[in-house]
């Protein structure tokens, strides 16, 4: 490059501080538009994109081995001296939020593998005391708030949290002081996001939400604390499975039509093609039987079991498979209780189900999950779309589409002294192992660093 001023090429932003005084670096224009040259803040912010990247060090798991690695790590990442070493050697060291995550999500987590374990990092003076924390809300976000709780408390002994139930609304409405929804909690479970009647000014940048119903005065922050795959299921090897299975899946427009009490007329003005949806249609609303959808399958009515209008589930459903059609459900076994619907599942094979994905996960052995193609259009016969089965790398990169989805925990910003080190943990490696022991699907990095963006301002972004 020094002996040709026609030329240009690229290396590490390392290799370009060293070679200051004889090189110029280019902007490049970014996902927004705007010409950026790399520094310390554009490729540490990420506002130099797509060139500015991770770099990575990866640890054998092994015990006896991190007993050696981890010092040499805390003292690259965590210490002054250590972070010093980057930038002498030209590189960009981590930001506050980065920090954290490798701190918490890795470091903590592998130390906890070692003989010594992580008990100097979660430790009493890291549970503050005696503290006592209520959470209700989304049956779909219960089996997490069960299993974080225990697993806390079993290192906080001192600190008491009660979980409920009730659905995503109660969870909505208990942490605003709505008595209509039950006693106020600290923490509100939620399936889905906040509704535009539930609050003021819907949710901010910030996840600051103010309360619309209950005390107006609360001001919540929205976390995201894992991402489910609403699961479409059926009785394991039953009739309805081998129906599904042999048409490979089942598009967004048969399960509209499966699950909505629409009319074929209806259907047809949303813009379904019902040749196409159920190519065996036999003109006769008043059934939806399996053979309508193939002519191998049984000629069986088609039995739903899927979650009552509180859950967050349900109207997660509602909206993005049968697109708020105003004609409803078709009758069916309803229960904010997963289990419920489970049993009715299993208890006749041409039933069809939904719930989240940790409630299929618990139950494989006797539930299957129906790929889904994503086309509101067409049936299975004529889709040009794959049918995809909910698993955790098709939930966590959106492939699994529409049916993947964020899951919430909402926090009355009067309460963080109470609830903060209860999150910290809950965000930590030892945390994020339980939910995947669950069986929903741990946050990508840039999720998590806003969340702990989150946590660490505690409702104050001012």
Request: charged letters at 20%; proline letters at 3%.
């Amino acid at each position: 490059l020094i002996g040709d001023e026609t030329a240009i090429g690229y290396f590490g932003y390392a290799y370009y501080q060293e070679n200051l005084a004889t090189l110029t670096a280019a902007p490049v224009q970014n996902d927004a538009g705007n010409m950026v040259a790399p520094d310390a803040t554009t490729v540490r912010d990420g506002s130099y994109n797509p060139l500015s990247r991770p770099l990575f060090m990866n640890l054998l798991i092994d015990a006896a081995s991190l007993e050696n690695t981890l010092p040499f790590m805390a003292y690259g990442l965590f210490t002054e001296m250590g972070q010093d070493k980057v930038g002498e050697v030209g590189y960009v060291s981590l930001n506050d939020n980065q920090e954290a995550q490798m701190f918490l999500s890795r470091y903590a987590y592998l130390k906890g593998m070692t003989a010594g374990g992580n008990s100097d990092i979660f430790d009493d003076a890291f549970c503050s005391g005696a503290q006592s924390i209520s959470i209700a809300g989304s049956s779909t976000v219960l089996p997490l708030a069960e299993a974080w709780a225990e697993a806390y408390t079993e290192i906080c002994g001192d600190t008491t949290i009660t979980v409920e139930s009730g659905g995503s609304s109660s969870g909505a409405g208990r942490v605003c002081a709505n008595s209509a929804k039950g006693s106020q909690v600290d923490i509100g479970d939620m399936s889905r996001d906040w509704k535009a009647t539930e609050t003021q000014d819907g949710v901010d940048a910030n996840g600051q939400v103010e309360c619309a119903v209950g005390d107006t005065s609360i001001t919540v922050t929205q976390l995201v604390v894992a991402v489910d795959g609403l699961s479409v299921v059926t009785k394991k090897g039953g009739a309805a499975d081998m129906c599904i299975q042999q048409m490979g899946g089942l598009t967004v427009a048969q399960l509209r039509w499966i699950f909505s009490a629409e009319t074929a007329a209806e259907l047809t003005t949303a813009g379904l093609d019902m040749s196409s949806v159920t190519p065996n249609g036999d003109n006769d609303d008043s059934t939806h039987k399996w053979s309508e959808l193939n002519a191998n399958c049984p000629d069986a009515e088609i039995v739903l079991a899927y979650p009552d209008a509180a859950s967050g589930t349900y109207e997660y459903f509602f909206e993005s498979i049968l697109d708020e059609a105003s004609q409803g459900f078709r009758a069916g076994t309803q229960s904010s209780d997963d289990n419920v619907l489970v049993n009715t599942l299993n208890g006749d094979d041409t039933a069809i189900g939904y719930f989240g994905f940790a409630y299929y996960a618990e139950n494989q052995a006797t539930l299957s999950a129906a790929g889904v193609a994503n086309d509101h259009v067409y049936g299975m016969g004529d889709t040009t779309e794959t049918a995809v089965i909910p698993d955790a790398g098709t939930v966590r990169d959106g492939s699994y589409a529409p049916l993947s989805r964020p899951l919430f925990m909402n926090v009355n910003n009067d309460v963080w002294d109470e609830v903060s080190a209860f999150l910290t943990w809950a965000y930590s490696g030892d945390g994020t192992a339980e939910i995947s022991e669950v069986g929903y699907v741990p946050l990508d990095d840039a999720t998590w660093q806003e969340m702990w963006r989150r946590i660490s301002a505690e409702g104050d972004f001012s």
